[in-house]
C-alpha cells in the first residue's frame, strides 16, 4: 500500500482505528509523507536522499483524564496496541483542568496545495535542477553549496464525534549560498513553491551569483541607525515573530507585545503602519494550505493586522471558553499584503541606506517589545543617491519587528519565500525602513 493514502483510504484507516476505542472520547491523527532531496557543497553533489514516513497517533480521554500514543506501523494488531496504550496512559495521568472536549462534524474549504507536478519529481529531475545550478557556478569559478527538497504527502483526522478532516499537499524548496574562491564574497537566495513548475534553479542561482560577487572586499560602516531594504527573505524572519506571538492568553497574561496594564490587550489598537495589512487564507492562490486547525477547527481567511490596527489574535478553545468568546485557531499561512514598488524603484527612491539580503540567528532578547538580535550575512550592500555604491561588513541589528513595521517608508511586491529561520512559507513584500538599529559589526561574510 503507498505511504500516501487518498481521502477514502485515509477514512477507511481512521474507522478501523477508531472501531477499538473504548474511551470516553478519541482523536486520531494519520499523516503520511514522501520527501526527496539532494544536497550539494564545493560544486559537487555530496548525498542523495529519500524518506518514506507514515505515523499515527492516537489520543484517548477519559474526563479529564488523557492519553496520548503513536505508531509507525499500521497492521491491525499494532493499530489495536496503540489505541489500548494511549486508553492506558489516559487512565495513569492526572486530570487536565484545561482539557476540552472533541468537536464534532465540521464544514471545511477545499485548498488545493497538491500539485501532480511536484507529487512527480524523482531522482532524476532533481539531479536536472541541481545541475542548471552548478553550471553557472562552475563557469564562474565559484564555489556553490545548496539543498533542493521536495515532499508529497497528507494529513487526516477523525475523532469518536464524527469529525474528519483530510488535507493533501506537495511543496519543493531550494536554497543557495555561492562563495567566492578567496571567500570574501558570499550570496544566497531561497525559493519555496506548491508547484514545481514556478521553480526556476537557473535564475535563482544567477541572483546568488551576482550577490557573490558583488560582495567581495566589503567595507566597514560605522554601526548605528540607518534606512534600510530588507528584501523578503530577510523580513520574514522578523516577521514570523509577530505572527508566532498573537497567542491571546499570553497577551491576557502580560506575557507578550500585545499586553498592557491592567490584564488588557491591545487587540483593536493601531500597533503599526497603516499600511501594513497581515491576514491568513488557505485558499491564496500563491500559499494554500490547509483549511483545518490541529485541533480540527475549521480555517478560513482571517485578517489579523488591518490597517496597522490589531483585529484577532489565537484564541485557544479553553481560553476562549474561560473568556466567552469565540476560539480562533492558529493559521495554516500568513500573508502580509504589499505595496506596487519594485526592487529596482526601492534602491533608486534611497538617497543613503543598505541592502541586507539575509539575517539570520535570530534571538528574542525581550518579549514583551518583541526586541530581537540577529545577524547580516550573504550579500549586504551601501547604497548613495539611488546606486548600490559597495559591499559593506556585516552587522549585529538589534530592532523590534513592532517598532520596524512603525518605520515603514514603502513596500515592495509580495512575494513566497522561506524562512530561514523556521523553513516555513510566507508572502512578504521587500520593504524600506527608516532608522533600523545596527549595534555593532560582524567580521563573518
Known amino acids: 500500500m503507498s505511504i500516501i493514502l487518498s481521502e477514502s483510504e485515509a477514512k477507511a484507516l481512521l474507522q478501523k482505528v477508531l472501531a477499538y476505542s473504548k474511551a470516553d472520547e478519541c482523536e486520531i491523527n494519520l499523516l503520511g509523507e514522501e520527501r526527496g532531496n539532494l544536497r550539494y557543497a564545493r560544486n559537487e553533489v555530496s548525498t542523495s536522499g529519500s524518506l518514506v514516513n507514515q505515523n499515527l497517533s492516537v489520543q484517548s ?17 499494532s493499530l489495536e496496541k496503540v489505541v489500548r496504550r494511549s486508553e492506558e496512559l489516559a487512565q495513569l495521568a492526572p ?33 536536472d535542477a541541481v545541475a542548471k545550478s552548478l553550471e553557472l557556478s562552475r563557469a564562474k569559478n565559484l564555489t556553490a ?37 578567496d571567500g570574501t564574497g558570499s550570496g544566497y537566495i531561497a525559493r519555496g513553491y506548491s508547484d514545481v513548475n514556478k521553480l526556476d534553479t537557473a535564475a535563482a542561482t544567477t541572483i546568488a551569483i551576482q550577490k557573490a560577487t558583488g560582495s567581495m572586499n566589503a567595507k566597514a560602516l560605522e554601526p548605528g541607525k540607518y534606512t534600510v ?67 480540527g477547527q475549521p480555517l478560513q481567511k482571517m485578517n489579523w493586522i488591518e490597517k496597522g490596527v490589531v483585529k484577532n489574535m489565537v484564541y485557544s478553545r479553553y481560553w476562549a471558553q474561560k473568556n466567552n468568546v469565540k476560539p480562533v485557531p492558529f493559521p495554516s499561512n500568513v500573508i502580509m499584503e504589499g505595496g506596487t514598488a519594485t526592487m529596482e524603484e526601492l534602491i533608486k527612491s534611497t538617497k543613503q541606506g543598505i541592502l541586507v539580503t539575509k539575517l539570520w540567528y535570530i534571538r528574542e532578547v525581550d518579549p514583551q517589545t518583541l526586541l530581537l538580535t540577529g545577524l547580516t550575512r550573504d550579500g549586504t550592500f551601501y547604497i548613495e543617491n539611488g546606486v548600490i555604491k559597495h559591499p559593506v561588513k556585516n552587522f549585529r541589528f538589534n530592532e523590534s519587528p513592532v517598532i520596524m513595521l512603525n518605520n515603514l517608508e514603502t513596500l515592495g511586491k509580495s512575494e513566497r519565500v522561506v524562512s530561514t529561520e523556521s523553513d516555513r512559507n510566507y508572502l512578504v513584500p521587500p520593504m524600506k525602513i527608516r532608522e533600523f538599529t545596527f549595534s555593532s559589526l560582524s567580521d563573518a561574510v
Open 61 to 77: 480521554s477519559f474526563g479529564k483524564k488523557v492519553g496520548v500514543a503513536t505508531i509507525d506501523e499500521f497492521s491491525d494488531e
Open 95 to 127: 486530570e487536565n483542568p484545561e482539557y476540552v472536549s472533541i468537536l464534532g462534524p465540521q464544514t471545511y474549504l477545499k485548498s488545493s496545495g497538491f500539485f501532480e507536478s511536484t507529487a512527480a519529481i524523482n531522482a532524476d529531475k532533481r539531479a
Open 145 to 181: 553549496a545548496g539543498f533542493l527538497d521536495n515532499q508529497k504527502g497528507y494529513s487526516a483526522m477523525m475523532n469518536s464525534k464524527g469529525l474528519f478532516a483530510y488535507y493533501p499537499s506537495t511543496s519543493v524548496n531550494f536554497s543557495l549560498t555561492v562563495r567566492t574562491p
Open 229 to 295: 531594504i530588507l528584501e523578503p527573505t530577510a523580513a520574514a524572519v522578523l516577521l514570523e515573530n509577530i505572527y508566532f506571538n498573537f497567542d491571546a492568553r499570553s497577551a491576557d497574561e502580560g506575557r507578550s507585545f500585545l499586553s498592557k496594564p491592567g490584564g488588557k490587550t491591545k487587540l483593536g489598537e493601531k500597533i503599526v503602519d497603516e499600511r501594513v495589512n497581515i491576514y491568513s487564507d488557505p485558499m491564496h492562490p500563491d500559499l494554500p494550505a490547509s483549511t483545518w486547525s490541529g485541533d
